[in-house]
């Protein structure tokens, strides 16, 4: 066994970073909000050609077809 014992309270100095400065923070959070927008912009699209699929399903339904299929969003539970 060594001689000295490593209590865990002594601070690496490997392994910590220096504190961002308000600079740093606002440019992080400028970048942040460019990738939700990016990210929100991609789910409105993403809507949107959903919202046309099930319009192009619904235009190539029989008439039964789409009786049942509003008889069937009527009934969920």
Known sequence: ???T???????SAEGTAPAPTAE???AQLE???GHARK???KAKANAKAATE???LKRSS???AEKAA???RQGHRP
Do not use: V
């Not at 014992?5 to 601070?11: L, R, Y």
């Open 1 to 3: 066994m060594s001689d």
């Open 5 to 11: 014992a490593n209590t865990g309270t002594e601070a």
């Open 24 to 26: 740093d923070l606002a």
């Open 31 to 33: 970048e942040w909000k």
């Open 39 to 41: 990210h929100e912009d």
């Open 53 to 55: 699929l099930a319009e």
């Open 61 to 63: 339904m029989s008439d």
């Open 69 to 71: 299929a509003t008889w």
